[in-house]
């Protein structure tokens, strides 16, 4: 028998810690389940050392990995980035966060759960990964904090979603739920991709004819026609097009590129990136998409959150960093403000207009039934099937979309070279 020092979460949230004695770390885990705690932290007391050098020596431990990774966060950027070779793509991260969350279900502490996934991991840069989280927890970390010191790939999103499993306790249900989140999106760019990929090989077709009939082809059929006839307006056009990027192509280059690093400093700035994701949020279709979205995440981890005993304003704090969405953030801050002033939830949600009708009905209800944990729940179900609906309609609204767009390019490009060979055959 041996004796170990162990922490550990009651189904009510409590944290209970203490020593217990069995056969084996395994066999202690099981004794806790049938106690009703779900262990979070086990370590077994090395024999034949008093409490003091074993406190020394753990302390001794965390120093030692909080120095490694000190060390490590002094290093220059281009340092840091030769450290963390590779790139973990969602698909990854959302295989690593099933993967740690079914072994946490089997009953392993959230260490050993890290560890045994290391064992399995057949990626490098999983790897690194895996072997900072496992430093800083060890050292004393949580792993939200863990997993927001190494950065990309843990967005907002991942981050909030595992603090929001510390916070609530329960950790495997959250996890499952990152995991189903991560596998959606990816879902969703999977299917975008599908249904955008023949209008984009269309547009790809029609950018590079239109470059080859007006920087070759338009020229050399409609200049010679220049001075005895006057050209149709779309073809003036055209040869204006094709004269401008003739003599200034360099500087057209250097112009989209400047664009793009002025726009990507320009949503840099919070204030702008709100202002974007607001419009973003209210466009036509995508919108709705975007907003679906947000609002299923947000009601599922609003509902967990508050269901595990989690304090209202609390919740609503580990819950909007969930969103992925600048705009619906602020306005998720100012419902905080609102019901720690005393009011209501649903009256700031309907006041930012950000909000469908059927979740502030929802949050209305619970609120005066005193159920809002338990509608939250039932309704992100519903939000779900919404959002499920939002995207088969825009990836069948976007192709036509695209197809229109480029027949319409197209359709110009042709008038202007057909337009006065018409009136040229007619003038003969």
Partial sequence: MASFQYQSMTNEG?????????????????????????ATKINPLDQGKSPQSRKNSNNGLAKAATSAN??????????????RKGSVSRAEMATLIRELATVIEAGLPIMQGLRTVRRQCSSKSLEHVLDHLIARVEAGAPLYQA?????????DLIVGMLRAADASGEMTE?????????????ELRREILGATMYPMILAGLIAVSVVILVTVLVPRLIEPMAGTMTMPLPTQILLSMA????????????GIAAIWLSWKLWVDVPQNRIRY??????????????????????????GTLVTSGIPILDALKVTRDTLGNKALQQEIDLVSESVAAGKSLAEPLERSGLFPPLLIQVVNLGERSGRLESM???????????VNSSIKLFTKALPPVLIIIMAAIGGFVLSAVLLPLLELQAAF
């Fill in 14 to 38: 409590q944290v209970q810690q203490g020593v217990i004695t069995a056969d084996s770390r395994a066999a202690a885990v099981r004794l806790l389940l049938g106690r009703g705690e779900t």
């Fill in 70 to 83: 000190l060390s490590q966060s002094k290093l220059p950027a281009f340092l840091q980035l030769s450290v």
């Fill in 147 to 155: 997993a927001a010191e190494y950065g990309d790939p843990f967005d």
């Fill in 174 to 186: 959250v996890l499952h739920q990152l995991a189903d989140l991560l596998d959606r999106s990816l």
């Fill in 243 to 254: 004269t401008f990027l003739g003599s200034y192509w360099l500087i057209c280059i250097i």
């Fill in 277 to 302: 994701d607001t419009f973003k949020l209210r466009s036509p279709i995508l919108g709705r998409l975007l907003r679906d979205v947000a609002v299923a995440r947000f009601t599922r981890t609003l």
């Fill in 376 to 386: 939250l729940l039932h309704a992100a179900g519903a939000f779900d099937r919404q």
